[in-house]
C-alpha cells in the first residue's frame, strides 16, 4: 500500500470513533493555543480535521470567530451537538471548500499529519490572507518518563519500533517560510482505566480487525496496571504538547 493509501486508511479510521475520542482524548492546554494564534490578525479562524471540537472550543473561548472542517460526518455530529454556535462544514485539508482569501488562521489540532502535505499547503495558502497563520498543534504523552514509554510501547506491541510520531511540520513548504515551534509541558488527571482505553481512539488500533484489537487492550491493561496501579486510581499523566506556528507572506 503507497504512503498516500495508508495515510487515507487510517486518518478515516476516525469515523467510527467520535463519542469515545471526545470523552478519552485530551484537550490542549489554553496557553498553547493562545500562543498559536497571539499574531493572528483580526478574522475567521478556520479549524480543519475538527474532529470532536477539542481545538474548536478553546479557539471559541480564546474569542475567535471560528469555521470548523471536518471530513467525518460522525466527529461533525459530536461537534455540532457540542458547539451548535459554531460554523460546521464537511471538507477536508486538501478541499475545504472554504472561499480564497477568507480567513486569517488556518488550524490543525492533531490532524495536520492526515493531510495530503502538497496539496494542503496548498489549500492553506489560497483560503489565509497574506499575512495570516497556519498553526498546527500535537499532544503527546511525554515517552521521557519511563512510565508513560512502557504504555506507549504497549499501545504498539503488534507494530513494535512505529512509535507515535505523527508530528509533520516539517512537511509545510512554499509560500509559507517563517515558523516558529515552542512545546508546553503539562499534567492530564485522569484514571487509569482511562488510560487504558486511550488507545481505542488511536487510529492504528481502530484500523485493525478485533482479534488483534484485543491483543492491543490486554497488552496496554497490563502495562498500565504494573506501572501506574489498578483500575480507578487516579493518574497525572506527563504531557507534551507542540504548538508551529507559519506566517502567510
Ligand atoms: C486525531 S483527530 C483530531 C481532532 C481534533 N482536531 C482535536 O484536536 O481533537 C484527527 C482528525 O483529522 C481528521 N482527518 C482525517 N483525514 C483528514 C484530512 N484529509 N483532512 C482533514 N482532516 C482529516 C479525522 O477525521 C479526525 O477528526
Redesign the pocket.
Known amino acids: 500500500m503507497g504512503v498516500e493509501d495508508e495515510r487515507r486508511r487510517l486518518?478515516?479510521a476516525?469515523?467510527e470513533g467520535g463519542a469515545a475520542?471526545a470523552r478519552l482524548?485530551p484537550s490542549y492546554p489554553r496557553e498553547a493555543v493562545a500562543w498559536m494564534i497571539a499574531e493572528v490578525p483580526p478574522g475567521v479562524v478556520a479549524?480543519?480535521?475538527?474532529?470532536?471540537g477539542?481545538?474548536t472550543r478553546l479557539l471559541v473561548d480564546l474569542e475567535r470567530d471560528v469555521v470548523a472542517v471536518?471530513?467525518?460526518t460522525d466527529?461533525a455530529m459530536q461537534l455540532r451537538e457540542g458547539l451548535p454556535a459554531v460554523d460546521v462544514r464537511v471538507g477536508?485539508?486538501?478541499s475545504t471548500g472554504l472561499d480564497d482569501a477568507s480567513a486569517a488562521a488556518v488550524c490543525?489540532?492533531?490532524?495536520w499529519h492526515?493531510?495530503e502535505p502538497g496539496q494542503g499547503t496548498t489549500e492553506a495558502a489560497r483560503v489565509l490572507r497574506p499575512g495570516g497563520v497556519l498553526g498546527l498543534v500535537w499532544n503527546y504523552m511525554d515517552t521521557g518518563d519511563s512510565r508513560v514509554d512502557a504504555v506507549n510501547q504497549a499501545m504498539h506491541v503488534l507494530d513494535p519500533g512505529v512509535l507515535d510520531k505523527s508530528e509533520s511540520a516539517g512537511d509545510v513548504g512554499a509560500p509559507f517560510g517563517h515558523h516558529e515551534n515552542r512545546e508546553f509541558r503539562w499534567a492530564w488527571s485522569m484514571t487509569t482505566s482511562d488510560l487504558a482505553e486511550l488507545v481505542t481512539t488511536r487510529s492504528y488500533y481502530l484500523a485493525r480487525p478485533e482479534p488483534e484489537r484485543a491483543e492491543i487492550r490486554a497488552a496496554v491493561t497490563a502495562a498500565v496496571e504494573q506501572h501506574f496501579g489498578p483500575a480507578g486510581a487516579n493518574v497525572e499523566l506527563p504531557q507534551v504538547t507542540s504548538v508551529h506556528r507559519f506566517l502567510r507572506p
Do not use: H, I, N
Open positions: 486518518g478515516g476516525f469515523a475520542y482524548r479549524d480543519v480535521g475538527a474532529g470532536t477539542k481545538l471536518e471530513p467525518s466527529m477536508s485539508g486538501e490543525y489540532g492533531q490532524a492526515w493531510v
